[in-house]
């Protein structure tokens, strides 16, 4: 068995139980892509079982901190089955689940998203690559299932030094698929779409959003950064339900043409006719700059921007570029507007993103209560060993 022998001090993070070992950590040793190796302190005392990732900065992720588990098929279909299991947990409305959340579940670099009868993985590390074939058949016998689709196609593979690869894992078919989240049905492509083929993590926020659209019964909606729709159809439900929905201005804003068809296409697939419904093939900036010049106004806004920061190295000119656009949303609200703003960003901590947008409510001239804090959804956890699972962050702020 190799070794990776840290420097003195460096332990202590793998002694808390965090997975994660930092090229600068290492004093010497090594291993091959994806190889299990034995990670010792500076005086050899045992510390954990990892697999190497010799291109990557995170030079090694903790399987183990028991020196006498051994890591084979057997361990990683007990992580998938116990993963598995644990969704159960949740109470989640939904046949749209994910499955397998890396670090938090024990299993790092590997995604498992469920839609239906399919799943849709992500093999983003050295050791998920490893033991691929492994942990799909872990997956099937876990949830009885015969068909996994590929979508290892996240710039973390690159950094691990591994070519992007998609397709068929087990089974075959139609990649073109439906879910049912709440009381609405969504479609989505598992070959084609965002990360696995959808954003599940926002699942709750945006049932959060319905139900505040039923109460407030929002005259107008601003869903920026909209993908396929997910917030406008949460808006339109919440307002069908209060007979609000007629006449209600929804407008959704994103630069991908195929995203807002297939948007439009959910608002029918619901039966959620009778709205001003707009979509816009735009910039969000541009877009926000253009409303504030027309003197319009939304009673409620969604900005869900894609990843600004990926690292704390680009926390900088993230933090300016989501001030900017919650700046501009700001001035977009009347008093008792409703804001949703988040940020995906690991790089932005939960509290540095709370500054930032109190920040643009100060440029923007605009004072409002934070009246709730939003996060991803269950089956996307965060645990007490690795914090850093908390990567989706949101405020609601309604404009005094």
Known sequence: ?????????????????HPWVFDAAIAKGGGDPGETVRVESHDGRFLAWAACSPHSKIRARAWSFDEVQRIDA?????????????????????????????????????????????LAAQFLSAGAERWKGALADALLAATGLDRLYERSDASGREREGLPPAIGWLRGNGATELAIREHGWRLTLDVATGHKTGFYLDQRDSRRRFSELARL?????????????????????????AAGALEGAELVSVDSSRPALERAEAHLGLNGLAG????????????????????????????????????????????????????????????????????SCSGGISADLFHKIVASAGIDAGVDGYIAERLGAAPDHPMTIEFPEGEYLKGLVVVRK
């Open 74 to 118: 057997a361990f990683l279909a007990g992580r998938v089955a116990r993963a598995v299991q644990a969704r159960a947990l949740f109470g989640i409305d939904s046949d749209g689940v994910r499955l397998v959340h890396g670090e938090a579940d024990g299993l790092p670099g590997l995604i498992v998203d469920r839609y239906g009868d399919t």
């Open 216 to 240: 407030r019964h929002f005259r107008s909606v601003l869903n920026c950064y909209c993908y396929t729709g997910g917030f406008t159809v949460a808006a339109a439900h919440g307002l069908a």
């Open 275 to 342: 709205a001003k419904a707009e979509f816009l093939d735009a910039d969000v900036n541009a877009t926000l700059r253009r409303f504030i010049d027309e003197g319009r106004r939304f009673d409620a806004i969604v900005l869900d921007p894609p990843k600004f920061a990926p690292t704390v190295a680009h926390a900088e000119r993230a933090a300016r570029a989501y001030k900017d656009i919650n700046r501009l949303a700001f001035k977009l609200l009347p008093p008792g507007g409703v804001l949703l703003t988040f």
């Open 1 to 17: 068995m190799k070794t990776l022998r840290l420097k003195p001090g460096k332990e202590r993070s793998l002694l808390r139980r």
